[in-house]
């Protein structure tokens, strides 16, 4: 396989053969080197002499070991479908990509065991959006989920940073070469994703500049690589529709948080949710879905994470729940900093409102 790569990455760079077309080769010469060398006669019988003669041209021209030396240098990894290290869910898509290109150690990975998830949705969220990203992220985090996004502006990057926030590994797919930090805006999270053991992918070469075309494409491996994925917030015509659909067409579970009817970002979810989305309130709606248990924490490793005044509530809610304002009395701290804190402590999974409103452990 490592020493066939430079054909991969030659027939990656070639603009006219994308997944289809590669397919359409390997099945007829049922060998890379055979397929990337085959003179213009037998290429034409599998992909047409247009393309053919394109091709052959872009080959006079192209020197993949060359290119290959020169990703290497960058520190970038060409993974080849087929490769063991190839993620086997993208290898089960219709359409897999020829190579991905990693920024990041691949060997950080075990795509047989670890649990992808997909969070993604609109570049513009609301402050709700933004809740809603942040609680679905850290909660999948701690549950041991890999969560995955395409590290857009908005959404995507609540879902990577609450991610890297709690010790988790998370997963980037870029519409343009992982060479290219786009956003801009995002080069500390682009490195941050990388230094904290997450993985920055792309089907495209590196080099390859942002083309709106190509956010479409990658938004299927998002999909394709997550067991399910949570459209957070965005418009009707939002791009997480489009990633939305992919996951459907994949037999993928796509999961949508109720959203308030009188905001445009909340179109997509709702819509979503009338078209036989799972509606989600909480990580268990998720959990259950794919009949996953999750191990409590013990108090012990939950009193660690948490700051003096947090332990406080804690301490005293492990004897009985109790209201907010009893809180309050029992703590001898304002009513506006206990609400603050039991805030904190439900966003990070670790108390609840009981049927009678009173705060109490989440078991």
């Not at 021209?61 to 290959?68: N, Y």
């Not at 479908?81 to 290898?91: A, D, M, N």
């Not at 907010?324 to 966003?347: A, C, G, Y």
Request: charge should be neutral; glycine fraction near 8%.
């Amino acid at each position: 396989m490592d020493k066939d790569l430079s054909y991969y990455v030659g027939f990656s760079h070639f603009i006219g053969i994308g997944p289809t077309r590669f397919s359409a080769l390997m099945k007829h010469f049922e060998n890379v080197k055979k397929a990337y060398l085959a003179n213009k006669q037998d290429l034409t019988e599998v992909i047409g002499l247009n393309w053919a003669e394109k091709f052959v041209k872009f080959r006079s021209l192209f020197d993949p070991v060359k290119k290959l030396e020169e990703i290497k240098q960058k520190a970038i990894t060409a993974i080849p479908i087929g490769h063991k290290q190839y993620p086997k869910p993208l290898r089960g898509m219709a359409d897999p990509p020829i190579c991905l290109y990693i920024k990041g150690d691949i060997n950080n990975f075990d795509f047989e065991e670890d649990l992808c998830f997909g969070i993604v949705g609109t570049r513009t969220p609301t402050t709700y959006g933004q809740q809603i990203a942040s609680k679905f992220s850290q909660e999948l985090t701690e549950a041991g989920f890999v969560i995955v996004s395409g590290m857009a502006i908005g959404i995507d990057s609540v879902a990577h940073q609450t991610t890297l926030n709690n010790g988790g590994r998370t997963i980037a797919f870029l519409g343009c070469g992982v060479d290219i930090i786009y956003p801009a805006v995002n080069a500390n999270l682009y490195h941050r994703i990388i230094n904290k053991g997450g993985l920055i992918i792309s089907e495209f070469p590196p080099g390859e500049m942002v083309v709106k075309g190509l956010f479409i494409a990658r938004n299927r491996l998002i999909s394709g690589l997550s067991l399910g994925v949570l459209i957070a917030e965005g418009a009707k015509d939002s791009g997480a529709m489009i990633t939305a659909r992919y996951a459907a067409e994949q037999g993928k579970e796509v999961f949508a948080p109720p959203g308030p009817l009188n905001s445009e970002m909340s179109e997509a979810p709702n819509i979503l949710l009338k078209q036989g989305a799972k509606l989600v309130t909480g990580i268990g709606d998720i959990l259950d879905e794919f009949n996953i248990r999750i191990v409590p924490k013990k108090k012990e490793e939950i009193e660690k994470e948490l700051n003096e005044a947090e332990k406080n509530i804690f301490a005293i809610l492990q004897d009985q729940p109790l209201l907010s304002d009893e809180i309050s009395s029992q703590t001898k701290v304002s009513i506006d900093k206990i609400l603050n804190i039991l805030s904190l402590l439900e966003i990070k999974g670790i108390i609840e409102k009981n049927s009678e409103g009173k705060y109490q452990i989440k078991m």
